[in-house]
């Protein structure tokens, strides 16, 4: 749970995002996980994967933990990408959840500037 500082959702044509969250958002400590749902198709499954991935690319959502980097690794996994997997493919790849969490580039300026102001005593 926690509060969402910045959340921006992409559209457009083969894309569809179901939430109720909005910067600002405060989840309570007794949520349903699934904060959002995103929906992509194309006429392709290699589309659709490409498209997928610029979705997660664009999708901003800061201030709390999400899984979004965990299904940007399974978009890039070349099994998933061949279209070679089972209803087990989470399982049989635990590895997926090895990911590094990234710091938003406006998030890290923030984070610098304040040190600047405090050290400066502003």
Not at 23 to 41: C, E, L, N, R
Not at 57 to 71: A, F, N, P, Q, W
Request: aromatic residues 12%.
């Amino acid at each position: 749970f926690g509060r969402i500082s910045r959340y921006y959702a992409p559209g457009g044509p083969g894309v569809r995002t179901d939430t109720a969250i909005y910067t600002g958002y405060t989840i309570p400590p007794y949520f349903d996980s699934m904060i959002a749902k995103v929906i992509v198709w194309a006429l392709t499954w290699e589309d659709a994967i490409s498209r997928g991935e610029r979705t997660l690319k664009d999708m901003e959502v800061h201030g709390i933990r999400t899984t979004k980097l965990y299904y940007e690794e399974i978009l890039r996994h070349p099994e998933f990408r061949a279209a070679n997997f089972t209803t087990s493919f989470v399982e049989d790849h635990p590895e997926l959840t090895e990911y590094t969490e990234k710091q938003c580039k406006s998030d890290v300026a923030a984070a610098i500037a304040v040190a600047v102001a405090a050290h400066a005593g502003l």
